[in-house]
T-cell receptor, first 108, second 116 residues
Framework: DAKTTQPPSMDCAEGRAANLPCNHS???????VYWYRQIHSQGPQYIIH???NNETNEMASLIITEDRKSSTLILPHATLRDTAVYYC?????????FGKGTRLHILP | EPEVTQTPSHQVTQMGQEVILRCVPI?????FYWYRQILGQKVEFLVS????????KSEIFDDQFSVERPDGSNFTLKIRSTKLEDSAMYFC??????????????FGAGSRLTVL
């Protein structure tokens, strides 16, 4: 009963913007969209989250469509260190549940 | 930057032995979690803990597992009698508050458990 759908893998050239899509067509009004990533076997790392407005922090930008059924995580200038599995998660105020995510390869 | 600390980083044990994995969450955080990741698989939720009691647990978290916050700083996961299939990386996480929009978890680096 996955709440989100992500492509299994993507490539991006180093220095370019990485745009990672996520579909969450069954999102409810009080659920937030969270993005985490996991670099190799390290602990997952929080990136950004939002409800309906676009958000930006030092790591990334989050663009949420007006109907909130999909979103895009943007890494503006991808580096080799951004190679990781990226997880899009929909959650209200309960636990974070990880799916399979998108494996992002940054190509030199 | 504050971090979640986990020990040991790697533990090897014999099947049937008890194992305790330790975590020191960020000091002003109130919610604590354990997750596990079997090699090559996704990160799985085990248990959440708030106000000195379990708030939610998954099907994986059976009677062999227990959690405790024995003092003001440590948060432990005990596996009473380890099985081969308990071999995994175990991640501890903490978050500062509850409520909507608050699921900003900080994860530790993990404890790798190998059961022989």
């Amino acid at each position: 009963d996955a709440k989100t759908t992500q492509p299994p893998s993507m490539d991006c050239a180093e220095g370019r913007a990485a745009n990672l899509p996520c579909n969450h067509s069954t999102i409810s009004g009080n659920e937030y969209v969270y993005w985490y990533r996991q670099i190799h076997s390290q602990g997952p790392q929080y990136i950004i989250h939002g409800l309906k407005n676009n958000e930006t922090n030092e790591m990334a930008s989050l663009i949420i469509t007006e109907d909130r059924k999909s979103s895009t995580l943007i890494l503006p200038h991808a580096t080799l260190r951004d190679t990781a599995v990226y997880y899009c998660i929909v959650s209200r105020d309960d636990k974070i549940i990880f799916g399979k995510g998108t494996r992002l390869h940054i190509l030199p | 930057e504050p971090e979640v600390t986990q020990t040991p980083s790697h533990q090897v044990t014999q099947m049937g032995q008890e194992v305790i994995l330790r975590c020191v969450p960020i000091s002003n955080h109130l919610y604590f979690y354990w997750y596990r990741q079997i090699l090559g698989q996704k990160v799985e939720f085990l248990v959440s803990f708030y106000n000195n009691e379990i708030s939610e647990k998954s099907e994986i978290f059976d009677d062999q597992f227990s959690v405790e916050r024995p003092d003001g700083s440590n948060f432990t996961l005990k596996i009473r009698s380890t099985k081969l299939e308990d071999s995994a990386m175990y991640f501890c996480a903490s978050q500062p508050r509850g409520g909507s929009g608050a699921n900003v978890l900080t994860f530790g680096a993990g404890s790798r458990l190998t059961v022989l």
